[in-house]
């Protein structure tokens, strides 16, 4: 076998070039938790390995008027322990650290988990709730684009060959606003989502939605953004009847898989339950800044 | 190609290796360095017998590549003991038989102690979660918490009495 070639650039203009003059198959390099088990199970074969996490931009959490900036390798521990973003997107933070255990958390990145494009992953639905954008740096130089636009099937993203993520914005919301992701699993800890849902809202002085989105994952192809549990929630106090028409949206969203970790049934009525309880978690968060 | 020359720092000690891409922390620790308290159970991030602190980070070396260790601080089971005197979470899983067949044993050990440096006085339910990437095939999950928490609670009371 041919050797696998490694190089750690410092610049997103190194990285750019260094993918763009591969002649062999090339993997981005960030955490690693899902790259470095697809090399040894062989279901990778590289000839170039491009480690991002040498640049400073990709590693760095800034948080400004405009919103939060996340490097794409920032490392789920390390987002974790910013007080500030947790207190701004708890919903975020916590889809963040559901992925695996402490180990993967000092390494898993919020790049690698969109680009990794499982339906099931945790931090895709709470970005996509969030109304994340990307940066994505590549041959044609830089792009925007709405997390919800990345993944397009399992395993498969819309990235053109030799672009790569740079950092997520999470967009700053008015007052009163909230989120939250929840998951089902049939255990606590350590497992894939079945379901997954996310939620982010936003009242007016009088305790109205004025804006709302619901993404849900594990339940299609790709993390699904879900137009219709906006319109269920916006114009209303977020009361019973609203989170009912959530629910129903939720469900009505629904393309499932029938696999051992959980049946179409299943899926399509869970997805109902998580987003209604997703809901009333940013709702109490939403009242209480 | 040939192979590349890493230079990092090991139990406080710089160290340099020879490795190719593909081969993992755990495999430069291992077949490279002679450091074989670390080990392999998975090989997948599941289980957590590799355990190490990263640039005083807990990870999984068999997800590191060792190319990827250039530069940084490791920290591994061989590092925790001082001389011979264990430390108080080793001596805790002796004391009391926190172990049966010992594979897991340097992953917890090293887990543990990254616990503790950052919560001294952790609750079963913190020492649970945290230690969840950490598999023991024994079923001795009761006695390893134990453990934790009677270490913890030594590791307190020494630093009260100096």
Request: proline share 0%; glycine share 28%.
């Given at each position: 076998m041919e050797a696998i070639k490694y190089v750690r650039p410092n610049s997103v203009d190194d990285a750019v070039r260094s993918l763009a003059s591969a002649n062999e198959p090339v993997r981005v390099l960030a955490g690693g938790t899902d790259l470095l088990v697809q090399l040894r199970a062989g279901n990778v074969r590289p000839g170039l390995v491009v480690d991002i996490k040498g640049i400073a931009e990709l590693k760095q959490i800034q948080v400004t008027a405009a919103g939060c900036r996340i490097g794409a390798a920032v490392a789920g521990a390390e987002l974790s322990e910013r007080a500030d973003v947790v207190a701004q997107w708890p919903g975020v933070v916590e889809a963040f650290q559901l992925i695996g255990s402490t180990q993967i958390q000092g390494r898993a990145s919020l790049g690698g988990n969109l680009c990794n494009a499982s339906p099931a992953a945790d931090s895709v639905p709470a970005l996509i709730a969030a109304g994340a954008r990307c940066t994505i740096a590549g041959p044609a130089g830089r792009r925007e684009a709405a997390v919800e636009d990345i993944v397009i099937s399992p395993g498969k993203t819309s990235l053109a060959q030799g672009e790569f993520i740079v950092d997520f914005l999470l967009p700053a919301r008015p007052a009163h606003s909230g989120d939250a992701y929840l998951r089902f699993i049939p255990r606590t800890e350590m497992d894939i989502a079945v379901v997954g849902a996310g939620v982010s809202l936003t009242l007016d002085a009088n305790g109205r939605c004025t804006a709302a989105r619901l993404a849900l994952g594990a339940v299609a192809p790709r993390p699904l953004l879900v137009p219709a549990g906006a319109t269920a929630l916006v114009g209303t106090p977020v009361d019973n009847a609203a989170l009912e028409k959530l629910a129903a949206a939720a469900s009505a969203a629904c393309t499932p898989i029938d696999d051992k970790r959980g049946t179409i049934e299943f899926r399509t009525r869970v997805a109902g339950v998580l987003a209604r309880r997703a809901a009333v978690i940013a709702l109490q968060r939403a009242k209480g800044n | 190609m040939s192979k590349h020359h890493v230079s990092a720092t090991i139990n406080g000690e710089a160290v340099e290796y020879l490795c190719e891409t593909q081969q993992t922390l755990l495999d430069v620790l291992r077949d490279?360095?002679?450091?074989?308290?670390?080990k392999e159970g998975c090989g997948s991030g599941d289980c957590g017998a590799c355990s190490v602190m990263l640039n005083g980070r807990l990870v999984c070396s068999c997800l590191v590549l060792g190319v990827e260790a250039a530069g940084a601080e490791v920290a591994t089971i061989e590092g925790v003991a001082q001389g011979n005197s264990l430390h108080p979470l080793q001596q805790q899983f002796l004391e009391d038989a926190a172990l049966q067949c010992g594979i897991c044993t340097p992953g917890f050990i090293v887990a543990a102690k990254a616990l503790l440096e950052r919560n001294s006085n952790p609750t079963e339910t913190e020492i649970r979660y945290w230690l969840a990437g950490n598999l023991c095939r024994c079923t001795g999950y009761d006695k390893i918490i134990r453990a934790v928490m009677g270490a913890a609670t030594n590791m307190r009371q020494e630093a009260r009495h100096g």
């Open positions: - | 490279e360095l002679g450091l074989t308290g670390s």
